[in-house]
């Protein structure tokens, strides 16, 4: 009966530290903001949005304790439309059967199931190594560097190319932080047989993070289609500064390509990527909250794309998981274009004016 009893014991022991290098966690995101937008010249826009600061989100992510310094984890992360199911639609296929399909049915990530992040990594003294569909190092930079975090009416990526936001069939790797100080690269292929150059994704990223200093260094390179060059290129670098009082935000990036390259925006169908956008903003506690503002000058060396933004928002906290939130921005057009024009969206909106108003309220859980 002893023996029994100190084999469970030792068993349960055994079970107990299994569970704790061991875990899972759910979470998620739940984003309504009422949108105005105006400016089209169709008239103006008025709708709910599910996910103006961030999409709306269910997520799993775990971590496996691999003994000897190394660790397993993974993340999967799909979107969801918390305004409604719009967007569905009956279909009827080759064959005659009916079905349901909803392009809208998502909401971010590419409106596709585990569309926003599903990516395993593996991590030790080496660094980390990750495979799957990640954000770009680029994207994350400009996030980091944007006072908006790339949501919001208030966004930098209405004007500034977003460096390819998330990347299929992908490898990143990142080195130890050395003193504050990493280093990363990455590739997505694209896959195609015969050519593996073709649409090709690259990218690299030099990072110092330490106390109230941010700064980050980020190249994003996507391939043509037939292998045979670089079809676009953003160079991003820029940071923040946290004086307590204040956070500072300031930015550049030099976007170029060939033509017919896309923009953030907007296809190009004439002449060569010639982008220079410069980003100044700031993040001020205000009354229990934050205030948002920046302004993002975006210059084509063409002489055709050039506009300028102005964004100001505020976030109040209710709790630690729950805040409501406001925002406004707005695009001058310093050349109009017959071809195409920039519009004022939000983190899951592409927008349909030059300007636009959020009001709304998200939960973390």
Same mark, same amino acid.
Not at 126 to 151: E, K, W
Not at 241 to 256: C, L, P, R, V
Not at 270 to 284: H, K, R, S
């Given at each position: ?11 349960? +022991?055994?079970?107990?530290? +299994? ?62 439309? /918390? ?13 005659? /059967? ?12 590419? #409106? ?16 980390? %190594? ?27 990526? #209405? ?87 204040? !956070?500072?935000? /300031? ?6 390509? #060939? ?33 948002? /503002? ?7 060396? #063409? ?16 709790? !630690?998981?729950? +805040?409501?939130?406001?925002?406004? %921005? ?9 071809? %195409? ?14 300007? +636009? ?9």
């Amino acid at each position: 009966m002893k023996k029994s009893l100190l084999a469970l014991a030792v068993l349960s +022991a055994i079970a107990g530290v +299994a569970q704790a290098q061991s875990s899972v966690t759910l979470y998620g995101k739940v984003d309504l903001g009422a949108v105005y937008d105006s400016g089209n010249p169709n008239g103006k826009s008025v709708r709910i949005s599910s996910g103006v600061t961030g999409g709306s989100r269910l997520g799993f992510k775990g971590v496996e304790d691999l003994g000897g310094g190394y660790k397993a984890s993974f993340q999967l992360e799909t979107g969801y439309c /918390a305004n409604g199911t719009s967007g569905v639609e009956a279909v009827t296929s080759a064959s005659g /059967a009916t079905g349901l399909t909803n392009p809208k049915g998502f909401c971010t990530g590419s #409106n596709s199931f585990m569309g926003r992040q599903a990516y395993g990594a593996l991590s030790g003294a080496f660094g980390t %190594a990750s495979a799957g569909r990640q954000y770009t190092f680029g994207f994350n930079n400009l996030a980091t560097i944007d006072p908006f975090g790339a949501g919001y009416a208030g966004q930098a990526n #209405n004007l500034v190319d977003p460096n390819g936001i998330r990347i299929n069939n992908s490898f990143q790797y990142v080195t130890p932080t050395f003193s504050g100080l990493s280093a990363g690269a990455e590739v997505a292929l694209g896959e195609t047989t015969g050519n593996w150059a073709a649409n090709r994704e690259t990218g690299g990223e030099v990072v110092y993070a330490s106390g109230p200093i941010y700064l980050g260094a980020t190249y994003y390179g996507v391939d043509e289609e037939s292998g045979s060059g670089t079809a676009k290129k953003d160079f991003l670098i820029g940071g923040t500064y946290d004086f307590g009082i204040a !956070k500072i935000h /300031a930015g550049y990036q030099h976007t170029s390509g #060939n033509d017919g390259a896309v923009s953030s925006e907007s296809v190009i169908a004439g002449g060569p990527l010639a982008f220079n956008d410069f980003l100044i903003g700031t993040t001020v506690p205000l009354g229990g909250g934050s205030l948002l /503002a920046s302004f993002v000058d975006h210059k084509d060396k #063409n002489d055709v794309y050039s506009a300028s933004q102005i964004g100001i928002g505020y976030n109040y906290p209710l709790s !630690k998981r729950t +805040a409501i939130y406001t925002a406004f %921005a707005k695009i001058n057009y310093q050349q109009q274009s017959s071809v %195409a024009e920039y519009t004022v969206g939000n983190a899951t909106d592409s927008g349909t004016g030059n300007k +636009a108003f959020n009001l709304g309220v998200v939960h973390n859980f």
